[in-house]
């Protein structure tokens, strides 16, 4: 799992999965609490600022 910040570092959320599709960036991200589904998060506009093997910059 990839921590996810904007690029002034405000902490996002945790991401299983990061994709862009168009002019957004889709983030799946865990649920809430333990036993919660999986909820998915759309960013329009959104690109990958940067990416490392632990972190995610996007900004939207």
Known sequence: MK???TPDG????RAL???TTGNDVEITMPGDFPGMAE???IYVG???VYEDEN???IKY
């Open 17 to 19: 999965k990061i994709e």
């Open 55 to 57: 972190r995610v910059y």
């Open 3 to 5: 921590k996810v910040f």
């Open 39 to 41: 909820k998915t998060v």
């Open 46 to 48: 959104g690109s990958i």
């Open 10 to 13: 405000t902490f996002l959320g």
